[in-house]
């Protein structure tokens, strides 16, 4: 069955970076776009970032742009968001996802999930 692997999340004081993993199998992962997704404490699941599955075309989220860079390494079935200037607001738990036809929809829309990793920014 399709498994999406989060790894690379911690606690991170303000101004640091964090590179993120999702590491993808049972699916063949240069057909997918992949996106990651953040969610606060009591908040919606949001948009991060995402790249396409053809030519790499990458998209952000507003408060983001700048900051993290999305890449995947269709090889070796692997997403990575590098985070720097982190910020408390950055605080969330982090997930990958992908779909072999949304780029940038709500969450929703996309077909398969990763289990999350921790992202703790302190201030």
């Known amino acids: 069955q399709v498994q999406l692997v989060e790894s690379g999340g911690g606690l991170v004081q303000a101004g640091g970076s964090l590179r993120l993993s999702c590491a993808a199998s049972?699916?063949?992962?240069?057909?997918?776009?992949m996106g990651w997704f953040r969610q606060a404490p009591g908040k919606e699941r949001d948009f991060v970032a995402s790249?396409?599955?053809?030519?790499?075309?990458?998209g952000y989220a507003d408060s983001v742009k700048g900051r993290f860079t999305i890449s995947r390494d269709n090889a070796k079935n692997t997403l990575y968001l590098q985070m720097n200037i982190l910020k408390p607001e950055d605080t969330a738990v982090y997930y990958c996802?992908?779909?072999?036809?949304?780029?940038?929809?709500?969450?929703?829309?996309?077909?398969?999930w990763g289990q999350g990793t921790q992202v703790t920014v302190s201030s």
């Open positions: 790249i396409s599955r053809i030519d790499g075309v990458t």
């Open positions: 996802a992908a779909s072999s036809s949304v780029l940038r929809g709500p969450w929703r829309m996309w077909t398969y």
């Open positions: 049972g699916l063949t992962f240069s057909y997918y776009n």
